[in-house]
Nanobody, 128 residues
């Protein structure tokens, strides 16, 4: 069974840091595209960052300079280092992966529907 499992979500104060981890099991190595998405209460899911198997990345504008993604292709894992967290970062964070190559990974930042494998999410709360 293919699955992604996120961890690392917590409640922190403004300016704090968290590291989210996504561990994959049952997946073929090197998904073409992986990403982190988030969904705040009452809002639509939005892309935070996508990263291709080649390591190229694309970030949501509001997290640039604060969030850093990395992937370990050998372990099929994904990490999101989040620094200088703000209350507007509060959301459920989801890891996603996909193997299709019909479009570029970087074009999928705001295209959650192009990912076919999702985790259950990990909750991040940032208080002011």
């Amino acid at each position: 069974q293919r699955q992604l499992l996120e961890s690392g979500g917590d409640s922190v104060q403004t300016g704090g840091s968290l590291t989210l981890t996504c561990a994959a099991s049952g997946l073929r190595p090197r998904p073409f595209c992986m990403g982190w998405f988030r969904q705040a209460a009452g809002k639509e899911r939005e892309g935070v960052v996508v990263i291709g198997a080649d390591g190229l990345t694309r970030y949501l504008e509001s997290v640039k300079g604060r969030f850093t993604v990395s992937r370990d292709n050998a372990k099929n894992s994904l990490t999101l280092q989040m620094n200088n967290l703000k209350p507007e970062d509060t959301a459920m964070y989801y890891c996603a992966a996909d193997y299709s190559t019909w479009d570029s990974c970087l074009s999928r930042l705001q295209a959650a529907g192009r990912f076919n494998t999702w985790g259950q999410g990990t909750n991040v709360i940032v208080s002011s």
